[in-house]
């Protein structure tokens, strides 16, 4: 609940915090959750007369004959539903971590973090998904320390870093691995803290459509990898390595490590790590390193399309967002096109869509072919909360693919199905999302290969409308009755989804636009 107001909230006190220390002479973050990580990319990328450098906290292992730390926080939802027993619960909920720290084993908000920590040049080369607490980890904190002291003498500062290269280099990046649609969030505040350019919706189409994804992680696929695999494969600096083929990113570009991309690029090709880590890989379990992290041809013969699409419409004028290549195979059409139409089931409160789906409590429970609409839950309804419980319910439970879900609210990294999020305007904010009443008929149209998607109202209970008749049923109408902030909103909450509003909203990060607060109080 209220959790993004959290990050801007973080950022504030580590810059402040960094602020109070006499003697100051360096800052080295250690970071690698959700909230934790943008946090302090945002500081560090504001505290410019410092140098900085960021240690990921790296990924816990894997368990051997177990659920994965996403799919047991659908226990209760399954549980609920008939389709685990409780003794069957209780021993996945023990069993889930193989290790002791570090991010989840997917490839969700948390290790896409660590992923644009090192796409930035804020970290040294293969750091991102590091297996935590283990003697590589150990080490590259080592080295990581030493490297800040590298950076002071040569007075290198985060400005010489965080440049507008540095930023598309980790948007192209992102695009490749399949990262957290989080991201999408979190990486224009670190360009805003900066004082860079913030990448536009725009922008993201742009990268996507150029960029393949050349990774196989989970929760993506083709094969659910855990994200130590993908380290062992190579990582980040295999990933970008396979981009310089295309010449999509800008090799100028500094790291911390003293070198710049390209010179990194130069040295993990021939180096004995990289070498080491990929037949560890292949001799402990039997996967081939070039099937984590494909070639740009391999990836094209598979018809790997882009994990990020952008859907318009009628109740996203302002864009949205969607997991395009994680919605479930079964429920497209033969051209791998989604196309879905279905009534609405409108909810104002999370808690209250979680009861339809485990089928407890007065509403009528959700089934297949509904379209689950969640609204009031972006920055000014709630804080603008991941709803994990949700979407991972939908994955976990055999009929979920069948449902599909729209929403102002965020997902989890993890999130995967006919998930559409961040929608715009949010509900609160007058975006006709807000306007959707149960039994009307929602059009879904995402093309996974042409990044398109639209998302529109088509009718009512009683009939289809054209488009033109959509429109201006969505003028007339007011908005749904129960939609209101949550009364468990703080007023610092508020405060901030008013400032973040004003500044821009959620498609430019969520932050504080100095400036445009101050014209906005000045008019």
Same mark, same amino acid.
Request: with cysteine; net charge neutral; charged share 20%.
């Given at each position: 609940?209220?959790?993004?107001?959290?990050?801007?909230?973080? &950022?504030?006190?580590?810059?402040?915090?960094?602020?109070?220390?006499?003697?100051?002479?360096?800052?080295?973050?250690?970071?690698?959750?959700?909230?934790?990580?943008?946090?302090?990319?945002?500081?560090?990328?504001?505290?410019?007369?410092?140098?900085?450098?960021?240690?990921?906290?790296?990924?816990?292992?894997?368990?051997?004959?177990?659920?994965?730390?996403?799919?047991?926080?659908?226990?209760?939802?399954?549980?609920?539903?008939?389709?685990?027993?409780?003794?069957?619960?209780?021993?996945?909920?023990?069993?889930?971590?193989?290790?002791?720290?570090?991010?989840?084993?997917?490839?969700?908000?948390?290790?896409?973090?660590?992923?644009?920590?090192? &796409?930035?040049?804020?970290?040294?080369?293969?750091?991102?998904?590091?297996?935590?607490?283990?003697?590589?980890?150990?080490?590259?904190?080592?080295?990581?320390?030493? &490297?800040?002291?590298?950076?002071?003498?040569?007075?290198?500062?985060?400005?010489?870093?965080?440049?507008?290269?540095?930023?598309?280099?980790?948007?192209?990046?992102?695009?490749?691995?399949?990262?957290?649609?989080?991201?999408?969030?979190?990486?224009?505040?670190?360009?805003?803290?900066?004082?860079?350019?913030?990448?536009?919706?725009?922008?993201?189409?742009?990268?996507?459509?150029?960029?393949?994804?050349?990774?196989?992680?989970?929760?993506?696929?083709?094969?659910?990898?855990?994200?130590?695999?993908?380290?062992?494969?190579?990582?980040?600096?295999?990933?970008?390595?396979?981009?310089?083929?295309?010449?999509?990113?800008?090799?100028?570009?500094?790291?911390?490590?003293?070198?710049?991309?390209?010179?990194?690029?130069?040295?993990?090709?021939?180096?004995?790590?990289?070498?080491?880590?990929?037949?560890?890989?292949?001799?402990?379990?039997?996967?081939?390193?070039?099937?984590?992290?494909?070639?740009?041809?391999?990836?094209?013969?598979?018809?790997l399309g882009s994990t990020v699409c952008f859907p318009r419409g009628n109740l996203a004028p302002d864009g949205s967002v969607i997991k395009s290549t994680a919605i479930d195979r079964r429920v497209l059409d033969p051209d791998g096109v989604y196309r879905k139409t279905g009534p609405a089931r409108v909810f104002c409160r999370e808690a209250d869509a979680i009861a339809a789906i485990k089928g407890v409590g007065p509403q009528q429970p959700i089934r297949p072919g509904d379209v689950l609409v969640l609204i009031g839950l972006g920055p000014l309804g709630a804080g603008m909360p991941e709803i994990y419980q949700i979407t991972g319910a939908l994955r976990h439970l055999s009929w979920g693919h069948e449902v599909a879900l729209l929403t102002d609210a965020r997902f989890s990294g993890v999130s995967t199905g006919a998930c559409i999020g961040l929608i715009g305007p949010e509900a609160l904010a007058g975006g006709p999302v807000g306007k959707l009443r149960d039994g009307d008929q929602i059009r879904i149209v995402v093309d996974p290969h042409r990044l398109e998607g639209r998302v529109d109202l088509v009718g009512d209970r009683e009939r289809l409308f054209s488009p033109e008749e959509a429109e201006a049923e969505l003028r007339r109408r007011p908005m749904h009755p129960e939609l209101a902030p949550d009364p468990r909103l703080s007023e610092e909450t508020r405060l901030w989804a008013a400032l973040q509003t004003v500044s821009g909203g959620p498609w430019i990060g969520c932050v504080y636009d100095l400036e445009a607060i101050l014209r906005k109080l000045q008019a």
């Open positions: 609940f209220d959790s993004l107001a959290y990050r801007n909230d973080a &950022a504030m006190v580590f810059r402040r915090l960094a602020r109070s220390l006499p003697g100051l002479r360096g800052l080295l973050a250690v970071g690698g959750c959700d909230k934790s990580l943008p946090a302090m990319l945002m500081a560090l990328a504001s505290l410019r007369d410092w140098p900085s450098l960021v240690m990921p906290t790296g990924v816990t292992l894997p368990s051997r004959d177990a659920e994965d730390t996403a799919e047991v926080q659908t226990l209760g939802a399954r549980f609920a539903r008939g389709e685990i027993s409780l003794e069957r619960a209780a021993e996945m909920g023990c069993r889930a971590c193989g290790s002791a720290g570090g991010a989840c084993q997917f490839l969700g908000t948390a290790a896409t973090g660590q992923v644009m920590a090192e &796409a930035l040049g804020l970290s040294l080369p293969h750091a991102a998904l590091v297996p935590s607490g283990q003697p590589m980890w150990l080490d590259l904190a080592r080295r990581s320390a030493r &490297a800040l002291m590298d950076l002071d003498q040569r007075g290198v500062r985060p400005p010489d870093i965080l440049t507008q290269a540095a930023l598309r280099n980790a948007m192209v990046v992102f695009a490749a691995v399949g990262g957290s649609t989080n991201w999408i969030l979190h990486l224009p505040a670190v360009a805003h803290a900066a004082k860079l350019s913030r990448p536009s919706l725009e922008d993201w189409e742009e990268v996507h459509r150029r960029t393949p994804r050349l990774v196989s992680v989970l929760p993506n696929g083709p094969v659910n990898h855990p994200t130590v695999r993908v380290w062992l494969a190579g990582g980040v600096p295999e990933v970008m390595l396979r981009l310089r083929e295309l010449n999509l990113l800008d090799l100028e570009a500094m790291t911390v490590s003293g070198l710049t991309v390209g010179q990194v690029l130069e040295w993990w090709e021939q180096s004995e790590r990289r070498r080491a880590c990929r037949r560890r890989l292949q001799e402990a379990d039997a996967v081939d390193p070039d099937q984590v992290i494909f070639s740009v041809q391999e990836a094209r013969q598979m018809g």
